[in-house]
């Protein structure tokens, strides 16, 4: 089946630390990959995307490798900043059948001053 | 600018009763889809549809109903057969398959709407 497994937090890291939150996936043929953020009170919005293998996803200084041969797409950010405190979301869409999207159960983070 | 538009955003309900959540979205999305998201966990799916007047239960749909009447409206009503009710409810959209690159089929979502049974 389809399936994506991150890294449990919560996660407290000190302001301009490196941010790395772990996803794995397990899926049939080739599906596209999401990270999300959710701010408190608040729906999901996309962060990145990657839609093949070997792309990197990137905005607002996260990014994100598509790796088909260890089925990752972990996140990284080399300076984290209070305001990017928030829950984070690794899912995968596939590819051939329908519009389902599967997704992990969230990477809770916190930046403190 | 287009998006989705839940509402109400906090709702409390007695035992027994039947509500409705409204979303709307203005992005000519063909899919739909609701999701149930509790504390510390991930989202789980209750319903989605690919085209009006079409719907399919998710991993979750018992004591939840759901109709697509118009492209624009997924309204979803938790009745009282739900046992636990109080969550926080998110109505998503996208193109549908085959519409569009594949990049482009992303999930939007809008604000959510917090669920509270007293």
């Known amino acids: 089946g389809n399936s994506v497994t991150q890294m449990e937090g919560p996660v407290t890291l000190s302001e301009e630390a490196f941010l790395t939150i772990n996803c794995t996936y397990t899926a049939t043929g080739y599906p596209s990959l999401f990270w999300y953020v959710q701010y408190p009170g608040e729906g999901l919005q996309l962060l990145l995307k990657a839609t093949k293998a070997d792309d990197k996803g990137s905005n607002k200084g996260f990014e994100a490798t598509y790796r088909k041969e260890t089925t990752s797409f972990h996140l990284e950010k080399g300076s984290v900043q209070v305001s990017d405190s928030a829950v984070y979301f690794c899912a995968l869409r596939k590819g051939e059948t329908g519009n389902q999207f599967y997704f992990g159960t969230g990477t809770s983070l916190t930046v403190i001053p | 600018d287009g998006g989705i538009t839940q509402s109400p955003k906090y709702l409390f309900r007695k035992e027994g009763q039947n509500v409705t959540l409204s979303c709307e979205q203005n992005?000519?999305?063909?899919?739909m889809y609701w999701y149930r998201q509790d504390p510390g966990q991930g989202l789980r799916l209750i319903y989605y549809s690919q085209i009006v007047n079409d719907f399919q239960k998710g991993d979750i749909a018992e004591g939840y109903s759901v109709s697509r009447e118009k492209k624009e409206s997924f309204p979803l009503t938790v009745t009282s057969a739900q046992k636990n009710p109080t969550a926080f409810y998110l109505c998503a959209s996208s193109i549908a398959r085959g519409q569009g690159a594949s990049g482009a089929n992303v999930l939007t979502f809008g604000a959510g709407s917090r669920l509270t049974v007293l």
């Open positions: 992005l000519n999305h063909d899919a």
